[in-house]
């Protein structure tokens, strides 16, 4: 609550696609107790959850990944004016001086920099009060394995993603790729083999059918000689789990999941088996072992 206001988030999910919908902030005037009402609202892209509060601001965690920032000074014309995307879900939200505190599924505890940013409500909204589209934004992550430095190896695969590109619409995005003047669309991830060492960039542009945004970044690739000879061989992997619930009720729908490794050049994935278990207990102790056999 802040003064004679109560903030409600809320929203409903599709058991089926797993998409989130109906979700929305709502400020209700608790002035009088005896006369509640709802002073304004604001629909939140993704899953609204948890919220904190400075400043006339509230930060909201988003289960679909990300904060939203929305300007409550009006009471009845809350406004988004920023958005952060995370690489899992957020679930929880803490807000201390400068920064956030995010529970993220994905990145563990994520701290973002508040930097202030503020952005006119006259660029949200147009003259006739409705909603104008605000442009996606665009960001690059680059994975693979460097042998020496920032250097990439030759013909091995590096990784693009654009998994933490983001609309504050929530709208569908489209991408475009530009590596070695060779163009990819729609691939939001992917894999590519550089022939020659040398210095690449790598653009990405996103759409969201009206505006775009486009992100830079560059990859370094050298040919290094490997230390060591890759030959046949297999082995077993054994992760053991152990989960506690300290809770007076039921837990369900835990999900366990291996990451598959990958060798170097020339590409070839490890066969085995990833395990997926979903387990219902009550309050207790319970040990999860998931074996592997590997064979390279």
């Given at each position: 609550m802040l003064g004679n206001y109560a903030y409600i988030s809320?929203?409903?999910?599709?058991?089926?696609?797993e998409k989130y919908n109906e979700s929305i902030l709502q400020i209700v005037d608790i002035g009088e107790l005896s006369d509640l009402k709802i002073s304004g609202s604001c629909d939140i892209p993704g899953g609204a959850w948890e919220m904190d509060s400075?400043?006339?601001?509230?930060?909201?965690?988003?289960?679909?990944?990300?904060?939203?920032i929305v300007d409550v000074t009006d009471s009845g014309r809350p406004v988004i004016v920023d958005s952060l995307k995370t690489s899992g879900t957020s679930y929880d939200i803490t807000i201390k001086g400068n920064y956030g505190y995010i529970a993220d599924g994905f990145e563990g505890l994520a701290i973002v920099e508040l930097s202030g940013r503020a952005i006119e409500?006259?660029?949200?909204?147009?003259?006739?009060?409705?909603d104008?589209?605000?442009?996606?934004?665009?960001f690059i992550e680059v994975m693979g394995d460097k042998l020496s430095g920032d250097y990439f190896q030759i013909k091995n695969p590096v990784y693009f993603s654009a998994g933490k590109t983001f609309d504050p619409d929530g709208d569908d995005l489209s991408y475009s790729w530009i590596i070695d003047n060779n163009q990819y669309l729609n691939k939001e991830s992917f894999s590519y083999y550089f022939d020659k060492q040398g210095e690449y960039e790598v653009i990405l542009v996103v759409s969201d059918g009206e505006d775009s945004s486009e992100a830079t970044s560059t990859v370094q690739v050298a040919e290094i000689d490997l230390p060591v000879h890759a030959i046949q061989h297999d082995f077993t992997v054994e992760i053991e789990y152990t989960l506690i619930n300290n809770g007076p009720g039921s837990l369900?729908?835990?999900k366990c999941f291996m990451r598959i490794p990958q060798t170097f050049s020339p590409l070839k994935y490890?066969?085995?088996?990833?395990?997926?278990?979903?387990l219902l207990f009550c309050a207790g102790k319970i040990i999860i072992k998931i074996v592997n056999h590997i064979i390279v």
């Open positions: 809320s929203f409903k999910q599709d058991r089926e696609t400075i400043g006339g601001f509230i930060y909201i965690s988003s289960l679909s990944g990300g904060i939203y409500k006259e660029k949200l909204y147009t003259g006739n009060d409705q104008i589209n605000l442009p996606p934004e665009a369900k729908d835990i490890f066969r085995c088996v990833k395990k997926f278990v979903i």
